[in-house]
């Protein structure tokens, strides 16, 4: 009897100790699923919180490039402006950009630089005559640059073709091409681009008795042109931001008196659709 006991006794234990093993097997699989639940579920809130961030930053510069536009075309109102001897408008133009705030949209290591920027639209308020507007809004365009250069991003430019002849109208329209290239050298701190547009104004200048008559004799809009010519040879030394600034608002200036001084008129900004 105690034999067959001893045989029931391990027959029991036996069966206990397969149990006790399924039981041991179900556990372990019952917490594999639901650490790949919480692991599903993890990625899933990452996920979900990837592309709320992603699309939290595509609206920031989306906002930070539809009020770039409205800088950029502001600060050519005040260009506008200066050349058509007009610092009144230019100074309103230049007070958007000195008090239109991104409201924190700018990455933070870029605000030291757009406020220097805001700053220098500001300095503008003081200008008193076309050369000393010429060279805020030039100090300006090159807070720009350097901001654009900080971001790694900034407008973009596709320059025509020089515009080659000798005639009057060709001569001017190399002249606009070489200054539009000076404006992008200063807004992309591209002192390359800046060099090509001066060295394109620094030719054998125009002559009065080549232009039409304006308000002073053919000696002083002879003295003019060669001013110009002069400024443009300055620019294209040019080698620091501030002395390209400089140099790019004689320029403004420069064209101003001259437009002036032969009756040209500058056409009006047009309205914003």
Do not use: K
């Not at 391990?10 to 556990?27: E, H, K, Q």
């Not at 596709?158 to 009057?168: C, K, L, R, S, W």
């Not at 400024?231 to 002395?243: F, I, K, L, R, W």
């Amino acid at each position: 009897m105690d034999g067959s006991w001893s045989v029931r006794g391990r027959i029991g234990l036996s069966l206990c100790v397969m149990l006790g093993g399924f039981s041991l097997g179900c556990s372990d699989d019952s917490e594999a699923a639901a650490a790949a639940t919480a692991a599903a579920a993890a990625a899933e809130t990452a996920e979900a919180a990837a592309a709320e961030a992603a699309a939290v930053e595509a609206a920031a510069v989306e906002a930070v490039r539809g009020a770039m536009g409205q800088h950029f075309a502001q600060a050519r109102e005040a260009r506008r402006a200066i050349i058509a001897g007009d610092i009144e408008s230019a100074r309103e133009a230049m007070r958007f950009l000195a008090a239109n705030d991104l409201g924190g949209t700018l990455p933070e290591a870029l605000q030291p630089r757009f406020a220097a920027m805001q700053e220098a639209a500001r300095a503008f308020g003081s200008a008193e005559n076309l050369r000393e507007a010429g060279t805020a809004l030039a100090t300006t365009l090159t807070r720009c640059g350097e901001c654009h250069e900080a971001a790694g991003r900034g407008p973009s430019f596709e320059a025509p073709t020089m515009p080659a002849g000798d005639d009057v109208r060709t001569h001017m329209q190399r002249h606009r091409w070489g200054a539009e290239r000076m404006w992008e050298g200063l807004v992309l701190r591209s002192a390359e681009t800046f060099e090509r547009g001066a060295q394109a104004l620094d030719e054998e200048p125009l002559r009065g008795n080549q232009l039409p008559a304006g308000e002073v004799g053919a000696e002083r809009i002879d003295a003019l042109a060669a001013h110009a010519h002069q400024v443009a040879g300055e620019a294209a030394e040019a080698s620091t931001d501030p002395a390209r600034a400089q140099a790019y608002g004689n320029l403004l200036a420069t064209c101003a008196s001259c437009h002036r001084a032969l009756n040209v008129q500058i056409p009006a900004a047009q309205p914003a659709p």
